[in-house]
C-alpha cells in the first residue's frame, strides 16, 4: 500500500487534469472508467469524462466544499447519504459482475494488516495491546459474503472527495474504484481518518443496514481502524499531534464493540 502522492491537478477554466505518476499503475485507467460509467448511470454525481491520454485523466470541474472540516448537519449527511446510495447502486449488476475488484478490498487488505502486525515493532504502550488484540482477531476472522451486498466503490473515504454545493452532495477522486461491497465501502468511510481528526462525525447516521450489512459493517470497521492504526504510528505532519494516540484507542473500543 503506497501512501504517497499519486497524481497532481491542474485547474483551467471548467476542465480538471490529473495527471498520474509512473507508480500509480492503471490508476487513469480506473478514474476514467468510473467517470464513464457514472456519467451513463448516475448523470450529475461526478465529474463529467473529457479525455483519456496515457497516466492523464481531464474531467470537468464540479462547484461545492469538501465535506473534511465541516460540521455536518441533517442536510449534509442525508446528502451524503444519498451520494453514497446513488454510486454504490448506479452500475447495472451485469456491468458490475465484469469489472476488476478495486484495489484493497477486504482479503487483501486483512492480508497486509497481517503483514504489519507480524513486523510490528513493541513500544510497551497501549499500541502494543492494540496490535496484539488486533492479531488475535485477525487470527480468527474469515470475513465470507454474508451482508457483502455488491456495489461499485470509490475506494477512497477521504471526506475531502465529498462535495456539499449548498444542495446536494458530489464525489470526486476514482483512482482507486471498482468492483467491491457496500459495507466494506461504507467501513472504510466512517474509519477514515478524515471522519474524526478534525472532529467526530457519525457519516453513517442516515444510511440503512440490515442485520447482515450491519455485522459486516462492525468487522470491517475493525479492520479499517486496525489499518489506520499503522498508517498513523508515524505521526507525520498531515494530522495534528496525537491523532495516533487516539487511533490506539479507538482500534481498542472497536475490538472491543
Known amino acids: 500500500m503506497d501512501l504517497q502522492n499519486t497524481h497532481a491537478v491542474s485547474v483551467v477554466g471548467e476542465a480538471v487534469t490529473k495527471r498520474f505518476t509512473d507508480g500509480a499503475q492503471g490508476a487513469a485507467e480506473r478514474e476514467w472508467l468510473a467517470l464513464t460509467l457514472l456519467a451513463e448511470h448516475a448523470p450529475g454525481l461526478a465529474p463529467e469524462p473529457i479525455a483519456l491520454e496515457p497516466g492523464v485523466v481531464v474531467m470537468s470541474r464540479l462547484e461545492g466544499t469538501p465535506l473534511r472540516g465541516l460540521t455536518l448537519g441533517q442536510a449534509q449527511l442525508k446528502g451524503l447519504a444519498e451520494a453514497l446510495g446513488a454510486m454504490h447502486e448506479a452500475v447495472p449488476a451485469r456491468v458490475l459482475d465484469g469489472l476488476p475488484e478495486r484495489p484493497w478490498q477486504v482479503v487483501a487488505l486483512a492480508a497486509q494488516v497481517r503483514e504489519w502486525c507480524a513486523r510490528w515493532r513493541p513500544r510497551g504502550s497501549r499500541a502494543d495491546l492494540a496490535v496484539s488484540e488486533g492479531a488475535r482477531w485477525l487470527d480468527g476472522w474469515r470475513p465470507g ?3 457483502a451486498r455488491p456495489a461499485f466503490g470509490a475506494g477512497d473515504g477521504n471526506l475531502a472527495n465529498f462535495l456539499w454545493d449548498g444542495t446536494r ?10 468492483r467491491s461491497d457496500r459495507a466494506f465501502e461504507l467501513a472504510e468511510l466512517a474509519e477514515h481518518v478524515s471522519a474524526w481528526v478534525d472532529g467526530e462525525v457519525d457519516v453513517l447516521a ?7 450489512e450491519a ?12 489499518m489506520w492504526l499503522f498508517l498513523l504510528s508515524g505521526e507525520g505532519p498531515r ?10 484507542e479507538r482500534v481498542l473500543r ?3 464493540s
Request: charge should be negative.
Open 215 to 226: 455485522a459486516r459493517v462492525r468487522e470491517c470497521r475493525r479492520l479499517q481502524a486496525l
Open 169 to 178: 452532495v458530489r464525489i470526486v477522486d476514482f483512482e482507486d474504484s471498482g
Open 145 to 147: 459474503t454474508a451482508g
Open 239 to 248: 494530522n495534528p499531534p496525537g491523532t495516533f494516540g487516539r487511533q490506539v
Open 254 to 256: 472497536a475490538l472491543d
Open 206 to 212: 442516515c444510511v440503512e443496514l440490515d442485520r447482515e
